[in-house]
């Protein structure tokens, strides 16, 4: 579809050869510096070095923030409800169309290739979830989600995620243990101790020409030796030795898993491949934008659904890749900033709304039900008469996947330190690791 018209960000439509390299230079410069100079484009410099060994007490993560506002009426569709249809005589999904989650909620059909794993109990929905900011603005309702707090009135600028990660500090973590995959660091990892950006796992290499020297330069300088340098050289050479085995243009999926040939479907190939390395990899963070539908955004077919065919075949191409022994430690989040209004606009479209869903998939999640206190669509139900009502805090989610999936019970009031004490995990949606 063209973009043939703009949003105003709260809510509504408008318009339409290499230098020779000595022990010393690695000392004085540091190896971050001087092995920064024999890498592609990466965000390397971000990274500590140290042995790729992880704990084995807590799941990866891997964190899909859908951009835009998802219209979470059309992922998790009320077709229980009457109201659904009165507010929505073009774009409501049919009860016929949909896939059966609990005989009042449906899939959106284009989430066919995540339905097995729901009926597996594997993936669950948590409808009606939401923060506390109701400026409906993408870039506050990001910024306030990425941060983990209640609104922009709360004043802590790191991640929910960089928290995590500097409260439960791993002594031996990989340059791989947060990866960003894109341009941009995400807010959610913003402070993070240990992150790195990349557009493709094969920038995270050494850009050496066949004949040179230099790698076996670098494997004598870090051969021996047991100060920081060259600790930090060493596992830092062992981790792209690792790499070049798992390179993801040679990688092959197994299960019969076919990812499609999208920026999405390609990002978590290659966080298949890491995982499969074993280099640590704790959390992955993958973005997938377009969701801004105020015009044209179709049912079963249209520019909603193509968005979602790709997110349902991306992940559920990741899940069958892993299969279910992969999948035992690893919990997949998908969210997004904001759903959109009940009744559908003049254009064929919605605007922003309040309330959204999340989905989780996992091995250690509770699966094959759909969670959180549904609060209705009557008008005296809604959120300025206009919205789904948000009736479970998005904290709450992220609060049972940190205690019981990440082994950081201990760590709430550090991860969510403007909750300190009064953060309650939402219960049952995640098995605790070893129950």
């Known amino acids: 579809m063209e973009n043939w018209f703009a949003c105003d960000g709260r809510g509504m439509a408008y318009g339409a050869k290499p230098k020779a390299v000595t022990r010393r230079s690695f000392v004085r410069g540091g190896v971050m510096t001087a092995l920064s100079a024999w890498f592609g484009a990466t965000a390397l410099q971000h990274a500590s070095f140290a042995d790729p060994d992880r704990t084995e007490t807590r799941d990866s993560l891997i964190v899909l923030f859908l951009r835009g506002g998802a219209d979470c009426l059309s992922i998790v569709a009320p077709v229980g409800e009457d ?33 097995p794993f729901y009926r597996d109990g594997a993936l669950a929905a948590v409808q009606a979830v ?40 791993t002594p031996q ?16 990892l913003r402070g993070a101790p240990t992150t790195t950006v990349v ?54 999926p197994s299960n019969g898993a076919k990812y499609p040939d999208s920026e999405l479907g390609q990002g ?29 955004q179709g049912t079963t077919q249209g520019w909603m659904a193509g968005l979602l065919s790709d997110v349902g075949d991306s992940v559920g191409a990741f899940a069958k890749d892993l299969g279910t022994t992969g999948m035992r430690r690893v919990t997949v989040l998908i969210m997004t900033e904001f759903g959109r209004r009940l009744q559908e606009n003049s254009g064929l479209g919605t605007d922003h709304g309040r309330a959204a869903a999340m989905l989780v998939l996992g091995g250690g999640v509770n699966g094959g039900k759909v969670y ?29 996947l940190v205690s019981a999936r990440l082994d950081g019970h201990s760590l709430l009031d550090e991860v969510f330190p403007t909750m300190r004490g ?6 049952g949606l995640f098995r605790p690791i070893g129950a």
């Not at 049919?94 to 339905?115: C, E, M, N, Q, R």
């Open 83 to 115: 109201g659904y249809f009165r507010q929505r005589p073009t774009l409501a999904l049919g009860k016929k169309d949909v896939l059966d989650l609990d005989g009042f909620f449906g899939l959106h059909p284009s989430l066919k290739g995540l339905y």
């Open 130 to 169: 939401g923060s506390g900011d109701k400026t409906r603005s993408h870039f506050e309702a990001k910024a306030t989600m990425e941060r983990g707090l209640l609104d922009d009135t709360e004043s802590e600028k790191s991640g929910w995620l960089a928290r995590y990660l500097a409260a439960q500090p």
């Open 173 to 188: 973590a990989s340059p791989l243990r947060a990866v960003a995959f894109g341009s941009m660091l995400p807010d959610m």
């Open 199 to 252: 557009r493709s796992i094969r920038d995270f290499r050494l850009n050496l020409p066949e004949e040179s020297p230099m790698a076996s330069t670098l494997a004598t300088l870090y051969g021996t030796g047991e100060d920081a340098v060259i600790e930090a050289g060493r596992s830092t050479l062992t981790v792209l030795d690792a790499l070049k085995k798992v390179d993801p243009t040679n990688y092959q």
């Open 268 to 296: 978590l190939r290659q966080v298949a491949c890491l995982l499969r390395a074993k280099i640590g990899l704790e959390v992955a963070c993958l973005d997938k934008g377009g969701w801004d539908t105020h015009v044209g």
């Open 372 to 400: 959180g206190k549904w609060p209705g669509l009557e008008k005296s139900a809604l959120e300025e008469g206009i919205d789904l009502a948000v009736t479970t805090d998005y904290r709450q989610v992220l609060a049972s």
């Open 422 to 427: 009064a953060l309650t995990p939402l219960p």
